[in-house]
């Protein structure tokens, strides 16, 4: 029988990811991560274009905004943002902290990215040490 106890969702703030948290929620000990490409005059403008996303506003505060949305406290989860290369950042952090398992949508932001070079959970589902679960998104 496999037993998580530290389970890794990867969120890009988007009702896909969205989905994905609601199902990692209830599995076990929660730990958040949002992987911001670029700078961080790029992140202030991503953000500020997202819904929701309020220019200036940094990953850090959107992630406890869009955490609370979701009626989870930061004292539930290990919420962090980190700046690279996102399936390589997702796999680094579920190493380094031995989680069990990682819960991610399978839709992000960039379709044409996606077309053009795979999805970031499809790396991250052929990499991984762990099991991922992906779920799908919703219509």
């Not at 990867?10 to 199902?23: E, G, I, Q, V």
């Not at 992630?63 to 919420?79: C, F, K, N, P, Y």
Request: charged share 20%; proline share 4%; net charge negative.
């Amino acid at each position: 029988m496999l037993i998580v106890d530290n389970i890794l969702h990867p969120s890009d703030f988007t009702d896909n990811s969205a989905a994905a948290l609601r199902y990692a929620r209830g599995l076990s000990q929660l730990h958040v991560i949002n992987v911001v490409e670029g700078s961080a005059s790029a992140l202030t403008m991503e953000l500020g274009s997202m819904p929701g996303g309020a220019v200036g506003e940094t990953a850090d505060q959107r992630m406890l905004r869009v955490l609370d949305h979701h009626g989870i406290t930061s004292d539930e989860v290990v919420a962090v943002s980190v700046q690279g290369d996102p399936h390589s950042e997702i796999l680094h952090y579920a190493e380094r902290h031995a989680l069990g398992m990682i819960v991610m949508g399978t839709h992000g932001r960039r379709k044409l990215a996606q077309i053009l070079m795979g999805s970031v959970a499809e790396r991250v589902v052929r990499r991984s040490t762990c099991p991922v679960l992906t779920a799908p998104e919703e219509h």
